[in-house]
């Protein structure tokens, strides 16, 4: 028998948790928003601490906090860079 606690939720388990759809997970996850994720051989995974970190930044004392989703700055590709597609004229 394993003792030891759950450490890791995969996108199921979370979804819920939270009462929502996996497909948000998938949602945040793409956009760079939520919760830090591990991706192990094709398979996500949440880990008990970065969910319950992401809680925390969530609670709000009233309505009027603006709740802000934590962000990866994107990485830009060739033609994803400002200004990639920006022509020089004369």
Do not use: C
Request: glycine share 8%; no cysteine.
């Amino acid at each position: 028998m394993n003792d030891r606690p759950i450490k890791h939720l995969n996108q199921i388990e979370l979804s819920r948790r939270w009462s929502i759809s996996p497909r948000t997970l998938e949602r945040w996850r793409w956009l760079g928003q939520g919760p830090r994720y591990l991706k192990i051989g094709g398979r996500v995974v949440y880990r008990l601490e970065d969910i319950e970190a992401f809680e925390a930044q969530q609670a709000r004392a009233s309505t009027a906090e603006v709740p802000l989703l934590p962000t990866r700055k994107p990485s830009f590709g060739q033609s994803d860079r400002p200004g990639a597609n920006m022509t020089g004229g004369a």
